[in-house]
Nanobody
């Protein structure tokens, strides 16, 4: 019984920055992996970045060097710092949480990021 809530999306100019946050709540769970995904119109959801409970990170090639994922285990929170944003980053961003066995507890509701002049 886990719920994830994202926040921080909005409109930003090209070259600007935005910080997304996702908070997990509930009881009876242990989160091993948290991640961020994004979905473009008419496309399937694709991986952006993941982070383990031990702070091991992984990034998709299009965001390497520009995005940084971090987490606070005590607060069950994962963040995504997005710098040097491009119009092609425009998408709905979702967070997720998984157990060590690979079970996905939940998806967040999504937050829209729009990069435009």
């Amino acid at each position: 019984q886990v719920q994830l809530v994202e926040s921080g999306g909005g409109l930003v100019q090209p070259g600007g920055s935005l910080r997304l946050s996702c908070v997990a709540s509930g009881s009876g769970f242990s989160i091993y992996l948290m991640g961020w995904y994004r979905q473009f119109p008419g496309k399937h959801r694709e991986l952006v970045a993941t982070i383990t409970s031990g702070d091991i990170t992984n990034y998709a090639d299009p965001v390497k060097g520009r995005f940084t994922i971090s987490r606070d285990n005590a607060k069950n929170t994962v963040n995504l710092q997005m710098n040097s944003l491009k119009p092609e980053d425009t998408a709905v961003y979702y967070c997720d949480a998984k157990s060590v066995s690979g079970l996905r507890y939940a998806w967040g509701q999504g937050t829209l990021v729009t990069v435009s002049s």
